[in-house]
Each structure stands twice: as C-alpha cells, then as structure tokens.
C-alpha cells in the first residue's frame, strides 16, 4: 500500500497554518510522551533516590572524618615545621610522636592492600626515625627524616587517590 502525500506550495497561508499546527502537536505529544514515562518510572527512582541519598550521607560522614583526621596530620606537621625552623627539639618530638599515633589510630587504615600497608609501616619509621633525631638533637638528620615522611605522605597520597575508598 503506497502513501501519496500531496505537497502543497509552501506560500500559501493555509499551510503554513497547517505546519503550526503540525509543530504545536509534535510539542504537545513529546511532553506527554515524557510525563507518561517520567510518571512510570517514578517508584524506582524515587527508591533509587533514597538509596543514593543514604549513600551520599554515609560518604559525606566518612570524608568529614577524613578530613578531621587529615587536619590533625596536617598539625603535627606544622609542628615538625616550626621546631625544625625553631630548633625546638622537644616540639619536634612531640609532633612526630603525633604522626605515629595518628598511623595507629582506627582512621588511618582506609585501604587493606598491600601497598597501603607498606604505606603505613614506612610513615610510622619515618616518624620514629624523625624522633630519634630530634630526641638526639640531630638538626640535619631532623631535616633528612622530615623530608622522608613528606615524600612518604606524597606518595601514598598519590596511591590513594589511584584507589576508590
């Protein structure tokens, strides 16, 4: 069965009424194409939704400690700083002292590889080495130790962000 449409001249006014028209239910029929779907598949996304929205909370919760966790690593180094610029020895202990408990705290361990593990064995003798140092009043093995357990934080960070957590 072969369709014959028939084309009219596109100058004439009544087409290009017809083609408005034509145009206005192609909208109209789209939109409530869309409605009718969006309106079915609402009870699986709005399932989906929650899910994801518990999953979001429980992600934001974990970086929130992440991040506290991070910012007391971050002032333990600060204190390494300014008793390496200081020569205050004892700060320099005390903040690698620091560093060594925060590598045994329930926060450090966010990933059980290998590589991780390595990680975490190597900052904490970075750090007892560092504190060595300073309880010897060693400034220049200090400085040497300090700038291990930076490149150690460097690299590992670059591992874990290789890693989803």
């Known amino acids: 069965m072969a369709l014959h449409l ?3 001249p596109r100058d004439t006014k009544n087409f290009l009424l017809l083609e408005d028209q034509m145009k206005t239910f192609l ?3 789209l939109v409530l194409c869309s ?9 699986t996304m709005m399932t989906s939704a929650t899910l994801s929205d518990q999953q979001q909370d429980e992600e934001q919760i974990r ?3 992440r991040q506290a966790f991070m910012r007391g690593k971050l002032a333990s180094n600060q204190k390494i700083v300014e008793g390496l ?12 002292n620091a560093v060594k408990a925060l590598v045994k705290g329930q926060h450090w361990f966010v990933l059980d590889t290998p590589e991780y593990k390595r990680f975490s064995k190597d900052m904490e003798l970075a750090a007892t080495q560092l504190h060595d140092a300073a309880v010897d009043k060693n400034m220049d093995a200090a400085a040497l130790r300090y700038f291990d357990l930076t490149l150690n934080c460097l690299d590992c960070h670059r591992y874990i ?5």
């Open 85 to 96: 610029t200081t020569k205050n020895y004892e700060m320099i202990a005390d903040g690698a």
């Open 6 to 8: 028939q084309v009219l």
């Open 63 to 65: 970086a929130a400690a």
């Open 27 to 29: 909208v109209i029929g």
């Open 161 to 165: 962000e290789t890693r989803k957590y």
């Open 35 to 43: 409605s009718v779907y969006w309106a079915s598949s609402t009870n």
